[in-house]
């Protein structure tokens, strides 16, 4: 019986330890949660950008993906291979792009690849989060689908 009674307690014990919550800062108060900020995507207009990551799946080295925020309807770019210029829309943290023009010049298999999924990315972009140099563009569902880096 005595074996039961250590059991009872141990549980008891991991129950408490698991809603204690967070603990509070030094000075009492609770600690903060840290998420950026919605972003203004109007202050992008005039900035450039390069790619980082693409679906999760990286960029191939020293090949240059752009994305320059022309005004607050349009960008433009260099998707790898081929320049492109498209309709955007800028609206607080929400975002679009699309339709593109691109030139239409062929590259090694592996360029046009990144390139496909790089317009396909930006075309199902819907919202963005700025953290510092960093500009993620994520889905309808949150889910980021690239990451750039600003360029100076």
Do not use: Y
Request: proline share 5%; net charge negative; hydrophobic share 50%.
């Amino acid at each position: 019986m005595h074996h039961a009674a250590t059991i009872a307690a141990i549980a008891l014990v991991l129950v408490a330890g698991c809603n204690a919550g967070p603990k509070a800062a030094p000075g009492g108060a609770a600690p903060a949660m840290t998420q950026a900020p919605a972003a203004d995507l109007t202050s992008l207009v005039g900035s450039l950008w390069l790619a980082e990551d693409i679906g999760g799946g990286g960029v191939i080295d020293n090949l240059q993906t752009k994305l320059q925020f022309v005004a607050t309807d349009r960008v433009a770019g260099h998707a790898g291979c081929n320049s492109f210029n498209g309709a955007a829309t800028l609206s607080g943290a929400a975002l679009s792009f699309g339709p593109f023009a691109t030139t239409r010049m062929m590259c090694a298999p592996a360029v046009m690849d990144q390139e496909g999924k790089f317009i396909r990315a930006l075309e199902s972009a819907r919202t963005a989060r700025l953290e510092n140099d960093l500009l993620i563009l994520m889905d309808e569902s949150g889910t980021p689908v690239l990451r750039f880096s600003r360029m100076p």
